[in-house]
């Protein structure tokens, strides 16, 4: 009896278990069943349709087209013929276990990318043949096409999820594709959608039956979201071409609004080059091209000393500290003594010799020896330099510097505005205002990033405030209400101070440095800038060509655009940089550039510093013995 009744409570008991397992199963985790290790079921994820990119006027620079990716789920590969389907891929034995294996270390139960982007007739032609082959299927995959040959620096490019980044992810699948730079990986929420997942049942001879489970636990894709930027991409093209045999990078921002309305780095690349198959070989090329560097951002990256475009900011911080006022003059005898050594004289071409120079003139024709006096000044006006400095870095850091600005793209380099504890530590507290007199006229340890720069004019120009610079415009259609673009930024500096300044600047263009290159019509405000370039080799300080520089804005009041240029080796500010602002300036404001300015922009045009860039790599020597 004890032992029928065990017989059965056993039973009873084992079939509890059994119904209770069948019930957890089917109705609690039914509606989260994930069948994905169920080697009878196929996964094909439908990828939605990146989002599209516009300029700021609606046209297109970035679209969509269709690829083709093999497949692979190592555990459901069974009776290969290796050498047959290697022959069928086109690849040999080794590449094929190469592949393999990776495919393995990623997961055993989840697909990943074998071979990638496909020819259109392989593709046609592996499709029939497929079935035969147990664990590998065909992926649909949408990738990149750029209409136009531009801003790849600003764009971004799209490259394959890693295994690592793919084991942390809960979306992504080892050989996907992910932003990994510009706006492709600033916004790769926005414009990568969500892809969906339909399961299919497969029979034993790994063919296609028909929807798992009628489809319940399939889902649809949703499209990623189109993208305008603030970018206003003629601009763009046109200043990627007059940059062309140039090195160096260009911003221009509207000073309303701090949308970036042009950033280019040169020399720059066709961003289709890292599009499809040839990606890989290609990128290897671009990132590893240690010379000429077009994968690296100039425009946001490269930081340069600024120099006499900083002599505003000089002129700002001394008239907010009192140390000068407009009618302050100081005489220049060709240029600044700072020490009692023959060496301790800073040279100046300002052409106005042992007359006293006021403001006006002294950033219309970028006086020296105004500026060296106004800095040294400011630093020891209270008779303590660590004091004066750090109240100077103070002022120059609310227009931007020595930051990274925070707009919204991943790349940046913050520059330098030294301290008074940076020059205490490297002069152990013995030094002065002549000591670091060279960040009079934006030398010395002072470096700034191009987009820095033009955020600084755009403050000029805005008399006193600057909005974060930004590339995004609209999603979808509709604008970006973002308080950190849109809430306006105050300087240090009182806003009265920023006239006499303002109309030094249009002086510059009306008879200073910049009066060979006026737009008629428009009254630009500017300041042309040469910074010294240094290079060591064997031990030995070698003077290179100078870089040349011009911050500007336009018209002066109402100003539209801000615009600052660096060009790397191309000597005087007035000689490169100047032609090539009017002429940016001119073809945003009006459209096109005059019959009265074409031969400049030919000019421009043609102007290569190639070979000037050739020299510097084999005898730097030979050519610094042509600098001034």
Not at 223 to 231: A, I, R, S
Not at 362 to 389: D, L, M, Q, W
Request: glycine residues 8%; positive net charge.
């Amino acid at each position: 009896m004890q032992r029928s009744f065990l017989l059965y409570f056993i039973i009873t008991t084992v079939g509890i278990i059994f119904i209770g397992r069948l019930f957890q199963l089917q109705i609690i985790k039914g509606s989260n069943y994930d069948p994905i290790h169920n080697s009878a079921v196929k996964i094909v994820y439908d990828y939605p349709e990146r989002g599209y990119i516009y300029d700021r006027n609606n046209k297109l620079i970035v679209a969509n087209q269709l690829s083709y990716d093999v497949m692979i789920q190592p555990n459901q590969i069974k009776n290969l013929d290796t050498l047959e389907f290697c022959s069928l891929l086109k690849i040999d034995k080794e590449d094929f276990l190469k592949r393999l294996q990776k495919a393995k270390n990623y997961a055993t139960y989840l697909p990943s990318v074998f071979l990638k982007q496909l020819a259109k007739d392989d593709f046609a032609f592996l499709q029939e043949k497929l079935h035969k082959y147990h664990g590998f299927f065909i992926q649909k995959r949408i990738i990149r096409k750029y209409p136009i040959n531009a801003a790849a620096n600003v764009l971004g490019y799209l490259g394959e999820v890693n295994q690592s980044l793919a084991k942390k992810s809960n979306y992504y699948q080892a050989g996907e594709l992910i932003g990994k730079d510009g706006i492709e990986k600033q916004y790769e929420h926005f414009l990568r959608g969500k892809k969906g997942k339909k399961y299919l049942q497969r029979n034993n001879l790994n063919k296609v039956t028909g929807s798992y489970k009628e489809g319940k636990h399939d889902t649809l894709p949703i499209q990623g979201k189109d993208l305008t930027l603030t970018l206003d991409i003629d601009l763009q093209v046109y200043a990627q071409k007059l940059m062309t045999g140039k090195r160096g990078g260009i911003v221009a921002i509207e000073p309303s609004s701090g949308e970036i309305l042009a950033l280019v780095t040169a020399p720059s690349y066709d961003p289709n080059l890292l599009v499809g198959r040839k990606r890989s070989k290609n990128s290897v090329l671009l990132f590893n091209d240690s010379i000429s560097r077009p994968a690296f951002d100039r425009s946001l990256l490269a930081a340069y000393p600024p120099g006499s475009p900083f002599k505003m900011m000089n002129a700002l911080i001394g008239l907010q500290e009192g140390v000068i006022n407009e009618q302050s003059t100081f005489y220049c005898h060709h240029g600044y003594r700072y020490g009692g050594k023959s060496t301790d004289f800073m040279g100046c071409h300002c052409g106005i010799f042992s007359r006293p120079v006021d403001l006006n003139s002294a950033i219309a024709r970028s006086c020296n020896s105004y500026f060296s006096n106004t800095y040294k000044r400011i630093v020891e006006h209270e008779n303590n330099p660590s004091k004066g400095v750090d109240d100077w870095h103070d002022h120059a850091a609310s227009f931007g510097f020595g930051n990274y600005l925070g707009y919204d793209l991943p790349a940046g380099s913050p520059g330098l505005i030294p301290t008074g504890e940076y020059y205490d530590n490297a002069y152990r507290y013995s030094w002065n205002g002549s000591t670091t007199i060279s960040n009079a006229i934006g030398q010395g340890e002072v470096l700034t990033t191009p987009i820095q720069l033009a955020n600084f004019t755009a403050a000029i120009a805005n008399r006193g405030f600057f909005y974060t610079p930004h590339i995004l415009k609209e999603t979808n259609k509709k604008s970006i209400e973002n308080p950190k673009y849109t809430v306006p930024h105050k300087t240090t500096i009182n806003k009265e101070y920023f006239t006499p300044v303002v109309e030094a600047m249009a002086e510059v263009f009306k008879t200073g440095t910049g009066k060979y290159n006026q737009v008629e019509g428009i009254e630009i405000c500017g300041k042309t800038g040469t910074a010294e370039n240094f290079i060591r080799n064997n031990g030995i300080k070698i003077q290179l060509p100078d870089h040349s520089i011009l911050v500007a804005f336009a018209p002066k009041d109402d100003p539209k655009i801000a615009i600052a240029i660096f060009v790397e080796n191309g000597g005087y500010g007035s000689t490169i940089a100047a032609p090539i602002t009017s002429l940016l300036i001119e073809k945003y404001l009006n459209g096109t550039i005059s019959e009265k300015n074409k031969p400049r922009e030919q000019r421009m045009l043609d102007l290569s510093l190639q070979d000037i860039y050739d020299k510097l790599i084999q005898k730097p020597q030979e050519i610094a013995s042509g600098t001034k």
